[in-house]
């Protein structure tokens, strides 16, 4: 079974909203990260928060990671077309062991 | 940079046929990574190597399917036979090296369709 799981499973929203993903865990983790995936394309890395870190912000991307609930979020701001996309997040136990939830399919809709 | 390189991108085969994928990763990346990914699932480690080795293997189900890495380059994934519910796209990642801290450069993948 998958270590992560991904909340809403399908989100559509108009462009220029905000999108809000889950991701729920079950161990203890290094890392988390979060990949995108277009559709027929392989997963692009978007970004990683350590396990110490509770907020991280990259462009229109915030992560935020909480422990002590096992759960982490995705914000993209400010949405566009070319967001749509998967988004699936990979918890990170140790070096070269990363486990990927089952995704959230986001729709912006022009 | 070129990126991860796999071929090929589509392969329908009938059952019980041999099918094969080639993956060739990111210039001096040392890791490797064989997914699978079924429709509307994220993707599942199948095996990874460092360099040459293949230092986890145990999602691979070693009757049907093997894998090899020969100069710690491109690498070879191989069903033989194929079964019905193999069908799936089959992604093949690299990273610089094995670390908990780096990201993963993943190819477009191979979509099998077995018939």
């Known amino acids: 079974s998958q270590q992560g799981e991904e909340d809403p499973q399908a989100l559509s929203i108009q462009e220029g909203e905000n999108a809000t993903m889950n991701c729920s865990y079950k161990?203890?983790?290094?890392?988390l990260q979060w990949y995108r995936q277009n559709s027929g394309r392989g997963l692009v890395h978007l970004i990683l928060i350590r396990s110490n870190e509770r907020e991280k912000h990259s462009g229109r991307l915030r992560v935020t990671l909480d422990t002590s609930k096992k759960s982490s979020s995705l914000l993209i701001t400010a949405s566009r077309a070319a967001d749509t996309a998967s988004y699936f997040c990979a918890t990170v136990i140790h070096a070269g062991k990363s486990t990927f939830g089952d995704g959230t399919t986001l729709t912006v809709k022009p | 940079e070129a990126g991860v390189v796999q071929s090929p991108r589509y392969k329908i085969i009938e059952k019980k046929q041999p099918v094969a994928f080639w993956c060739n990763p990111i210039s001096g990346h040392n890791t490797l990574y064989w997914y699978l990914q079924n429709l509307g699932q994220g993707p599942e480690l199948l095996i990874r190597y460092e360099n040459e080795e293949a230092v986890d293997d145990s999602q691979l189900p070693k009757d049907r399917f093997s894998a090899e890495r020969l100069k710690g380059v491109d690498s070879t994934l191989k069903i033989q036979p194929a079964e019905l519910g193999d069908s799936a796209v089959y992604l093949c990642?690299?990273?610089?090296?094995?670390?908990?801290?780096?990201?993963?450069?993943f190819g477009p993948g191979t979509r099998l369709t077995v018939l």
């Open positions: 161990t203890s983790i290094n890392n």
């Open positions: 990642a690299s990273s610089k090296r094995v670390s908990s801290y780096n990201e993963q450069f």
